[in-house]
């Protein structure tokens, strides 16, 4: 538990006790000055390298301190000799410390019973650049980065309306780390904001070292494997959330922001969607439906049919399909869970490898190993087709995070329908429509506008944007209308 | 809350999946239907008119508990019919707790998270259970006799029958939503079942209804989805079908105990209302034209009277009405009763038989792919089953069965008495006769390189003489006389 202390007039007072604070930590600088014309006045900086800028606190700082005469101490270093204008006095101890840590520069003066604080942060950060997981044909190519205010920034750029505010706290206990809440004041449900709010200053955890951290602590429902919170690294996306009456959480250090509300229905938007003409985007959204079900169902499918009702395929087709699997020395249910944890665990080795091995274990494991699996007679040649297809279909799905719920969805519907064949098939889809319609974020039922009704022109199709005049149900009611 | 839409689905959907089920079984034409409708369409009525000033909620203990017996004898009904279902359609083999189980598990699932979940699940269920069957019936709606649909006179008894089908019609008094909106779902399962009817009666007439439990469901046999990628549409159609009937289901037992409160009471009356319908399902051994039978009796002489009356006697007791489910642990004991899972190379795929009888024994030839051909005999179809079983190392699979032959000495009216219970064919199987041996037919894949079943379809198809086996139940055309010439069957 921290006490309370206010900075002392008495500088030496100040310096004993920050040292004992900043006692064994080699990354903060700490440094005291003589300065004024009879370098009668001292003062003391702090600051934590590398996470500053160097050169502006030499520039601007230190070289007018020692420069200047001072003659109308402490006036003149409150108002005029610091050559920096995000400046301000900090009169709390524990303030000045969290902010030396944060990356800004604090001086302690003389006689004065407060510090003065000075904006020099400048983070190690690997700039802006594509997003890698949200690539996009058309459209703009930047994503975030690890530093909140690059991402504030990008977003910023986008939207130049003083309605859009950003709202700054700290997260973590002992991480302090900086959280950012963006929403378009005259659209955002004002309930919804303040539920989020309160959600986040009543976290009380030792740190928040990534979005993903930070959304399970908050996700209002954690049995189950659906995404409560989207996920992007797109500022593009951001932005049109956030026009749509959204509210985006930024993480200082994660290099994606989270998105709220959601519905089922954003996780199958990508971004150039809204970048192409409407017939393309509306037809690779119904693909993507279309694969997201052939994700979760296809292996379930063939084992059924397999196993309990042929009947359903032709009798040329069946026939081939048993040709296939003779000699194959497992049964049907046991060679598709072999197969798909075969792949689930290339997956996992492809994405652990570094960059061109990833690609090379893709290849020998589904190539090489796929058509020697064939050859010696351990799976069917059509096992290998329906893995394949599943795995193609899950990758058409824009969200990785709702990418992770088909995983295991698969693997449930792949045992439903082994014990109860096609009526476990469908059975298992009608579990996963109850569960989801149990699901809500921030009061929108998951389903919306399935079940809950509401604007459908940016829905399985993307009408144009001509049609699109009123926002979805994520604004509040009265600012829905986006044209005229 | 609800909105209106969800209103509207939701008792679309709860209300037309029974009536849709039966009705086209208990009428045969037009006549017997439209007054047994008109009785329901006033039935409807007196629901609508009490419907916002009576609440269940609200009566006294008496009147619940007579609530909760009545839906409680209604779900038990629902769940052992969808067990009758699969079992007969979908898992032959299955025993009955074992297909019951996953649905008796999703009801509670669905149901813990109240009306307004409930009304989301089936607003999106809408869809998958309508589109389908508006598919079916168009595509089937090309077949349809007009003429079939005004035979035969006026029978009271039938339009009772059609009157009962209607009994959950009262469960609207648990919608307080607009009446408009609610007018509009019952016109909607009005017609529906009208179009339903006049489809399945239309297309093979009265006879259809007599020679089956369920004339609906080998309707939707009849029907072949066009490209032929899906040989047997009638399966999905049927899993749609069990998904609306799961929703009236889940429905009741959702009424059921939803107006008992909150608190230990209700939650034991809760575990005691699913506990008694798992118990009572899983365990009846009842037959599915029995169920109906005692059904429709119970509903006509006690159910109904009941669901009148009780609104009439009205109290203003108010309690909330919250659902309290939970029955979860019987998962654990899955294992081992399931059906039979066989894998798809250990089938034995049967495209054509050939029958023949001899001194009251019937000599079964079963031609396979490649060549093979199996010969049994038997006095039943029961036995000369169990016969291919012991002369064959796979599984006798009928699925894909193309055509079937009757040889010398058979009767068509034995063969049809000896399969009308048998469900793992396709009504859509062509029926022949021959004079010629059977044995003859094996020289078939020599002659034209094709298998016995595909030749036949393909010259019944050139010389229009197609005449399935529904056809033929139905009491419909002529069957085809093959003769053999030169090796090769003609007709």
């Known amino acids: ?484 | 809350m609800i909105s209106n839409r969800q209103m509207k689905r939701t008792l679309m959907i709860e209300l037309f999946s029974t009536t849709g089920l039966f009705l086209s079984a208990m009428a045969q034409n037009l006549k017997q239907l439209s007054l047994g409708m008109l009785a329901a369409a006033l039935y409807a009525v007196y629901f609508l008119c009490i419907g916002n000033h009576y609440q269940i909620s609200q009566v006294g203990r008496i009147r619940k508990t007579v609530y909760t017996v009545r839906f409680f004898l209604y779900a038990c009904f629902l769940g052992t019919l969808m067990k009758l279902l699969v079992s007969k359609m979908l898992l032959g083999g299955g025993s009955g707790w074992f297909i019951f189980l996953p649905v008796f598990l999703l009801s509670i699932y669905a149901n813990r998270g109240g009306r307004e979940e409930r009304a989301r699940l089936l607003e999106l269920l809408f869809w998958f259970v309508f589109l389908p069957l508006f598919v079916v019936l168009i595509l089937a709606a090309k077949d349809v006799h007009l003429e079939y649909l005004i035979q035969g006179g006026f029978h009271a008894e039938k339009s009772i029958q059609v009157f009962v089908c209607f009994s959950s019609l009262e469960i609207l008094l648990f919608f307080t939503g607009e009446r408009r909106e609610k007018v509009k779902a019952l016109f909607f399962v009005f017609g529906l079942n009208l179009l339903i009817f006049i489809v399945t009666i239309g297309m093979y007439g009265a006879k259809m209804a007599e020679a089956s439990d369920l004339p609906v469901v080998t309707m939707i046999q009849m029907v072949r989805f066009p490209g032929g990628f899906v040989e047997r549409l009638d399966i999905f159609m049927l899993a749609f079908w069990i998904l609306s009937l799961f929703a009236i289901f889940s429905a009741y037992c959702f009424y059921g105990t939803f107006f008992w409160g909150k608190g230990k009471g209700s939650f034991w009356l809760s575990c005691l209302f699913y506990g008694g319908v798992l118990a009572i399902v899983s365990w009846n051994q009842l037959d599915l034209q029995t169920l109906i039978d005692f059904f429709q009796t119970y509903v006509l002489w006690l159910d109904l009277p009941l669901a009148v009356i009780l609104p009439l006697l009205n109290t203003k007791r108010r309690k909330r009405a919250v659902v309290v489910t939970m029955l979860s642990t019987l998962l654990f004991i899955v294992t081992g009763c399931g059906p039979k899972r066989v894998n798809i190379e250990e089938r034995a795929y049967v495209l054509a038989i050939g029958v023949e009888a001899k001194e009251e024994r019937w000599k079964v030839s079963f031609f396979l792919p490649e060549n093979e051909r199996i010969e049994t005999e038997g006095k039943s179809w029961e036995e000369i089953k169990k016969e291919f079983q012991r002369s064959s190392d796979k599984e006798l699979e009928l699925g894909h069965l193309k055509a079937v032959i009757l040889g010398k000495g058979v009767e068509a009216e034995d063969f049809k008495e000896q399969w009308k219970n048998e469900q793992d064919y396709a009504k859509t199987v062509l029926l022949f006769t021959t004079q010629e041996p059977i044995k003859e037919f094996e020289k078939i894949d020599e002659n034209t390189r094709d298998s016995l079943g595909s030749f036949l379809v393909e010259l019944a198809e050139r010389n229009k003489k197609e005449i399935t086996i529904g056809d033929y139940f139905a009491g419909r055309g002529k069957i085809p006389d093959l003769s053999i010439r030169k090796g090769i069957p003609t007709l």
């Open chain 1, 1 to 484: 538990m921290q006490i309370k202390k206010e900075i002392s007039d008495e500088l030496q007072q100040n310096i004993d006790y920050l040292e004992q604070r900043f006692a064994k930590c080699a990354d903060i600088i700490k440094k005291q000055f003589s300065i004024g014309k009879y370098r009668g006045y001292h003062v003391y900086l702090m600051y934590t390298d590398g996470l500053v800028d160097a050169v502006m606190i030499q520039d601007s700082i230190i070289r007018p301190l020692l420069n200047e005469t001072l003659e109308d101490y402490p006036k003149s270093v409150e108002e005029w000799v610091i050559e920096s204008a995000d400046r301000k006095q900090v009169f709390d101890m524990e303030e000045a410390i969290i902010n030396i840590l944060a990356g800004n520069t604090l001086l302690f003066f003389d006689g004065c019973d407060f510090a003065i604080q000075v904006s020099s942060k400048k983070f190690p950060n690997r700039g802006i650049q594509s997003p890698e997981q949200e690539v996009s044909i058309r459209g703009p190519k930047d994503s975030f980065n690890e530093s909140l205010r690059f991402s504030t920034a990008l977003i910023r750029r986008r939207i130049r309306d003083t309605r859009l505010k950003v709202e700054q706290m700290q997260v973590g206990v002992r991480s302090k780390t900086d959280i950012a809440i963006l929403y378009m004041e005259d659209l955002v449900h004002e309930e919804m904001l303040a539920d989020i709010k309160e959600d986040i200053e009543q976290l009380c955890v030792d740190g928040i070292l990534d979005g993903g951290v930070l959304e399970q602590f908050l996700e209002k429902r954690t049995n189950t494997p659906f995404p409560q919170y989207q996920h992007t690294e797109r500022p593009d996306k951001v932005a049109s959330g956030l026009m749509e009456g959204r509210i985006a959480i930024v993480v200082d250090n994660s290099p994606g922001v989270l998105l709220l509300p959601v519905t089922l229905n954003v996780f199958f938007q990508a971004a150039d969607d809204y970048y192409n003409r409407w017939e393309t985007a509306s037809f690779a959204r119904v693909l993507r439906y279309i694969s997201a079900m052939i994700a979760i169902g296809l292996p379930g499918l063939y084992i059924a049919i397999a196993n309990f009702h042929t009947e359903v395929l032709p009798t040329d087709l069946i026939l081939s399909f048993a040709k296939a699997r003779q000699g194959v020395p497992f049964p049907v249910v046991v060679e598709v869970l072999m197969m798909e944890l075969a792949f689930e665990l290339l997956r996992e080795a492809g994405i652990r490898l570094p960059g061109q091995l990833g690609g090379t274990i893709g290849i020998v494991g589904g190539l090489i190993v796929g058509q020697a699996a064939v050859d010696a007679g351990l799976v069917s040649t059509i096992v290998v087709i329906v893995v394949s297809l599943t795995a193609i279909a899950s990758f058409s799905v824009p969200s990785e995070s709702f990418r992770g719920a088909f995983r295991l969805l698969k693997f449930f519907m792949m045992i439903v329908c082994a014990i109860w064949g096609l009526y476990g098939y469908f059975l298992g889809w009608l579990a996963i429509a109850i569960h989801l319609c149990s699901i809500e974020s921030y009061g929108i039922p998951y389903l919306a506008p399935t079940v809950h009704g509401g604007e459908e022109k940016d829905y399985v199709l993307r009408m144009s944007w001509k049609k699109m005049k009123i926002r979805p149900s994520f604004t509040k009611e009265g600012a829905r209308r986006r044209q005229k």
